[in-house]
């Protein structure tokens, strides 16, 4: 069964970290591209970054540029978001997301979220 598995989803104060995880079963992330997507309360998803099939290219959403940080572990299977000096406004379900191709355009599987909650 092809399975995404998020972790690391946590309460943190306006300014601070936190790393989410994203654990790959039953497939492996080389054949896939991978998204990492965010809702939050009363909001439509978005997506909050792409990283290409090859691993070359990685997209992020305007908002997170420069405090987002897409990384990945093949040994592993599982691939990370760093977020660094979040603010209130990413607080949010955060989804892992594998798409059988080159990009994101269309998603074949999502794991079921972890959430981040960014207040004081």
């Known amino acids: 069964q092809l399975q995404l598995v998020e972790s690391g989803g946590a309460l943190v104060q306006p300014g601070g970290s936190l790393r989410l995880s994203c654990a790959a079963s039953?497939?492996?992330?080389?054949?896939?591209?991978i998204g990492w997507f965010r809702q939050a309360p009363g909001k439509e998803r978005e997506r909050v970054s792409c990283?290409?099939?090859?691993?070359?290219?990685?997209d992020y959403t305007e908002s997170v540029k420069g405090r987002f940080t897409f990384s990945k572990d093949n040994a592993k299977d599982t691939v990370y978001l760093q977020m660094n000096n979040l603010e209130p406004e990413d607080t949010a379900t955060y989804y892992c997301?594998?798409?059988?191709?080159?990009?994101?355009?269309?998603?074949?599987?999502w794991g079921k979220g972890t959430l981040v909650t960014v207040s004081s």
């Open positions: 997301a594998a798409r059988l191709g080159i990009w994101c355009s269309g998603i074949d599987y």
């Open positions: 039953g497939f492996i992330f080389e054949s896939y591209a």
């Open positions: 990283t290409s099939r090859s691993g070359g290219r990685t």
